[in-house]
Structures are given as C-alpha cells and as structure tokens.
C-alpha cells in the first residue's frame, strides 16, 4: 500500500513545481510568522524573474509539528501560498520514528525514500551513487573537525537525513523538470544538516538560480 501511495505522490510531483523550503528545527528561536513573511517576499521577487511553467507544491521531509523552526515555516507558507504539501519520509527500515512523527498538515501525498530514490536512479543511473560519496565525504570533514576542537562526532542519522535532503531535491528537480530551494536563514550552522545543500550544488546537480537565499541584513526579533 505505501509503494503505490508514493507512485500516486511521484505522479502528483510530477505535475507540479516543487518548492523546497531548508531550515533550522525547533531550536530556532525566532518568529515564524515573521520568518515565513520574509520568504514569501524574496519567493515573490524570485518568481517575477523565473515564473513556475506549473502549479506549486511545498514538499515537506517528515518534520515533527514544533512552534518554532522548519516545521512551523512550512505549515504558515502552505497557508500563505494555498498549496498543498507532499511528505517525503524516511522508510521505517531506516527510521523508524520519522514518518509517524511527521507533521501531516495539508499534506495531500506521500512518498517514501526508497520510491523516491529508486525513481532519481531510473531517471538518471548516474546520480545517487555521486551524491552518497559527496555527502560522506562531507560527513569525514565535519567529524575531523569536530574532534580537532574537542567535539563529539555527529551523530548516525545526519547521515541519512542529509541525504534525504539532497536526494529529495534532485529528484524533485527530475521528476518535476522545476525547482525553487528556499533557505530560511542566512547563516547556517556548519554542523546542521542543511549545511549540506552545498552537495548539490558542488555536483551540478542544482543550479544557484533556483535557490532563494534568505536575505542577509534581515532583523528578525529571537
């Protein structure tokens, strides 16, 4: 049953362009009505220049309902741009707390991240093995700088979550043939798992243009 809902979420995303929103979790201590407002601005300015050729969705990946952070963000831009919303989640094999933990608000499909892997690999059999290295040699970087300043290594599931991440986003890019990346911070933590956006890039896989960065002189009350 889940196999063929995320066949139905695939052709659903197929039919429409992706909007990405990356960001911190609960621990982001600032406003979120504010920080979505400033969001939807730059999106609005973004989209004047390169205009979405089909109707938005917002894909969503598997966040807990907190009132502050990624999660809070997604639910008030679903609202203010009256999309729905489709969650992509790790499969229980991988993670077993994270699609019952998801937030489900307006969120009109799902698909899980086997469906949406195996489907980027019949898209392009060139694609996940490159992002998988980068994203590990990414992971060997952050841990030996961690340990030169004294720090504990990251934990086991960035691996998966940042992965997930990017595999998402190029998949996104592939099955929809559009992509908006929006970014709701300017500064990210070097450490976070959204700090591995730049695997994307770094592989060409993403293009600068379609990410909406969050402007950098924004003054948002913590």
Known sequence: ??????????????????????????????????????????????????????????????????????????????????????????????????APNADRYRVSHEISFSALKDRLHREDQHIVSPITKVVDEYLQIKTAKRLAEGKDKLPDYYRNFALLQEINKVACKKISGELTVAHTSSVLSEYSVSSFYRVGLDLGLIDSSEIVPFPIDTNISR
């Open 1 to 98: 049953m889940s196999q063929e809902r995320s066949q139905e979420g695939i052709q659903k995303l197929s039919e429409h362009h992706p909007l990405v929103i990356e960001g911190m979790g609960g621990y982001d201590t600032r406003d979120p009505v504010m920080i979505a407002s400033t969001i939807h601005k730059q999106l609005r300015k973004h989209w004047e220049i390169t205009p979405p050729r089909k109707p938005l969705i917002l894909v969503t990946q598997g966040d807990p309902l907190e009132e502050r952070g990624i999660s809070a963000i997604t639910r008030i831009m679903s609202d203010r741009l009256s999309v729905p919303r489709i969650l992509v989640y790790l499969d229980p094999s991988i993670a077993s707390y994270h």
